[in-house]
């Protein structure tokens, strides 16, 4: 996200249900969380590209399937808050995700309608533009909110004082759940994860964002091009299941964990944090202000415990 991106002008809007029930169980990009059905109708989670394969010395032309990259724009009540490249589905729990992780909302009954939209001027609904109608009484949106359009993990954290922002924006302490999980689940997490990835055994190129139970039972699942946006979309499913505090919940993620994936863990009362890859030292840093528990290179029967390290147990 960078700063800059103008309001827009006017939009021509698809009116979308407002919520559905959150799946206790894996949702995959074609179930019917998967932004009401407009997956179906954009086509667009895969796409095939010809390329030009290489083996043992020869090459040959052939297709390959590969995941679908797309803009997609949030708005509030018509203004722009943000851009992010997303893959198409679960377009409605990003928005849910994104809203609570930057401190938007707070539940579910904070958004009134969200619709697809169109610009004034598009002939066709290209599925790329939400914009969320927020509840009468909700706080406008917050400054550091609108400032940061096009936003990564490597601008506009500060360390002290990025910690003390989500301190002050959090409703949760993760720091008082009492939720215990043995080693030898957070073990089993990362396969659990990668077997239930539909669409990544087709590309090899998604993230995954997973919610467990403390006995290692996947209750959600989401898939994206982008980590942030894999977080925010199991989290915006949860949200609009009003399951907020996830309380003994363990988020898993398929890459590394840097301090934005840690900030929206927090803001949705996550306590238990892991990666496949490393943290970062802010990450580190922000897990052990919230009092998480943060764990890093979960690979077979090994880990590094950054933080929390009480929660977790050899049997």
Known sequence: MQAGVPKLRSAVCTAAPGRTPFEPAVLRWHSRASGY??????GRITARRTVTHWDGGRARQRGDTLVVEEPLEIRAGGDALAVTMRTPGDDFDLVHGFLLTEGVITGPGDVSTLRYCAGADDDLNTYNMVDATLAQGVAEVPDQVRRNFYTTSSCGVCGKASIDAVR???RFDPGADDIRIASEVLAGLPATLRGAQAVFDRTGGLHAA???GPDGTLVGLREDVGRH?????????AVRADELPLKGR???VSGRVSFELVQKAWMAGVPVVAAVSAPSTL???LATEAGMTLIGFLRGDTMNVYAGAHRVSRD
């Open 37 to 42: 059905g407009a997956a179906d109708l954009m």
């Open 168 to 170: 002050t924006l959090s």
């Open 210 to 212: 997973g919610l467990f």
């Open 229 to 237: 946006n894999a977080v925010d979309k199991v989290i915006g499913a």
């Open 250 to 252: 363990v988020l898993l």
């Open 283 to 285: 990450a580190v840093d």
